[in-house]
């Protein structure tokens, strides 16, 4: 039951992460999450919620340390003097990136992506979080606060942790590296009675 409630916690966490970033934020291996509900990570495989990594903006990470320290509209180019428009082209032409990248489309499609980007009219200047409108909700920290950053290293610690446990009791094909003991098999008898 341990595991089923993580693995629910990290794909809720995928899946907010890629609604509150206008779908900047995706996973590889993963369809589009935004507007899925809370227990959608029941269709997905143990295995595919573990091997999702981010695709921020169209680069396809390989773990998720790099959401312990994003900063979206720095990263997007995203400047507080922009117009809402702006911000708004922006935001979708990287989404889009990020869906062309996590559908496997060609270098050809995704250069296209990148020069539409282009002319979208990003900014790469120092940036001033505190400056920021109230409608952007795309950042994770406020000055002096810590604690969403530290949720990130949470999350991403327990990730990993889970990662490890999955490598540790299954074969890359999703099979059982060991037998079921005892033990194993009278909690997923227990678990299938209360319905989990």
Do not use: H
């Not at 609604?19 to 995706?26: A, G, M, S, Y």
């Not at 899925?36 to 773990?63: C, H, M, V, W």
């Not at 989404?95 to 009219?121: F, P, Y």
Request: net charge negative; charged share 25%.
């Amino acid at each position: 039951m341990k595991l089923q409630v993580a693995l629910q916690k990290i794909f809720n966490d995928m899946r907010l992460l890629s609604e509150k970033t206008d779908n900047r934020i995706q996973w590889s291996g993963m369809p589009d999450l935004t507007g899925l509900g809370d227990l959608s990570y029941r269709t997905f495989s143990i295995s595919k919620i573990l091997a999702a990594n981010p695709i921020i903006d169209g680069i396809q990470e390989t773990s998720w340390a790099p959401l312990e320290t994003i900063e979206m509209n720095k990263l997007g180019g995203i400047t507080k003097n922009m117009t809402d428009f702006q911000v708004e082209d922006i935001t979708t032409a990287l989404a889009d990136k990020s869906t062309l990248v996590r559908s496997g489309a060609s270098k050809e499609e995704i250069k296209a992506q990148d020069l539409v980007i282009k002319a979208t009219g990003q900014k790469f200047e120092v940036v001033d979080e505190t400056s920021f409108s109230a409608s952007d909700d795309t950042k994770f920290t406020t000055p002096d606060d810590t604690k969403p950053k530290e949720e990130v290293k949470k999350i991403s610690g327990a990730f990993m942790s889970m990662q490890r446990q999955f490598s540790q009791r299954f074969l890359p094909d999703g099979t059982l590296a060991r037998p079921l003991t005892l033990a194993d098999q009278k909690t997923i008898a227990g678990n299938s009675e209360c319905g989990g």
